[in-house]
């Protein structure tokens, strides 16, 4: 009874290919996130989806494309990978809060190494 | 646009030690703030969380209060375990946004 979900947890490939990480939460929530974590484990916003509707959309390469089948599911494809890449990447899901004051429930997180 | 300021350690404590991280925050208006806890390879944990102005967040006996007039989200716990050797997170959200993160503290605790 997992409430975030992230598939795979390690992910090992190299430059160029193309990658999707998954992402369910069986929560019942309405938006959710994904966050990455380099290498010295600043963490940073990349998109954010309320309804199966983008909301947020940092500053982030166009190579990097966020689909959300339906209001459990928000998944993360990567094409072109680069060596900066690597990263460890976070699933997480809350509410919709108009206040800002709801928790995020995070994945366990993807572990991206791009040789 | 927002962003969270956190000592970024490490920081290295005895056990039962007393315990500050200070954060001060910058926000176009009125944020709510989290401290998140991250366990060596597992996820992010919310540890505790303000909403407004003079809240206190407790939990598992560390503190923070949300003090608008300094800016600042500082956390404390009175006693130190080795169970608490983690990376803690500040951070805050505005409305609908994501959250915005410090750059966390990496807290050891010796036995």
């Known amino acids: 009874d997992t409430a975030v979900s992230q598939t795979p947890k390690y992910l090992v490939t190299q430059m160029g290919n193309d990658k999707s990480i998954k992402c369910e939460q069986n929560?019942?929530?309405?938006?959710m996130y994904w966050y990455k974590q380099d290498s010295k484990k600043f963490l940073k916003i990349m998109f954010s989806?309320?309804?199966?509707?983008?909301?947020i959309n940092e500053t982030v390469p166009n190579r990097f494309s966020p689909k959300s089948p339906d209001k459990a599911h928000l998944n993360l494809h990567i094409n072109s990978l680069e060596l900066g890449d690597s990263a460890v990447y976070f699933c997480?899901?809350?509410?919709?809060?108009?206040?800002?004051?709801?928790?995020?429930?995070f994945g366990p997180g993807t572990r991206l190494t791009v040789l | 646009g927002d962003s969270v300021t956190q000592m970024e350690g490490p920081v290295t404590l005895s056990e039962e030690a007393f315990l500050t991280i200070n954060c001060t925050y910058t926000?176009?208006?009125?944020?709510?703030l989290f401290w998140y806890v991250q366990y060596p390879g597992e996820g992010l944990q919310l540890l505790l969380k303000?909403?407004?102005?003079?809240d206190k967040g407790s939990n598992k006996g560390f503190e923070a209060t949300y003090r608008k007039e300094t800016t600042s989200f500082h956390l404390e716990k009175g006693s130190v375990q080795v169970s608490d050797s983690a990376v803690y997170f500040c951070?805050?959200?505005?409305?609908?946004?994501?959250?915005?993160f410090g750059k966390g503290t990496h807290l050891i605790i010796q036995p």
């Open positions: 997480a899901s809350s509410h919709t809060s108009t206040s800002g004051g709801n928790e995020q429930f």
């Open positions: 929560l019942g929530h309405d938006t």
């Open positions: 989806y309320n309804n199966k509707e983008l909301i």
């Open positions: 926000a176009t208006g009125y944020p709510s």
């Open positions: 303000a909403t407004k102005a003079d």
């Open positions: 951070a805050l959200s505005e409305g609908a946004d994501g959250l915005t």
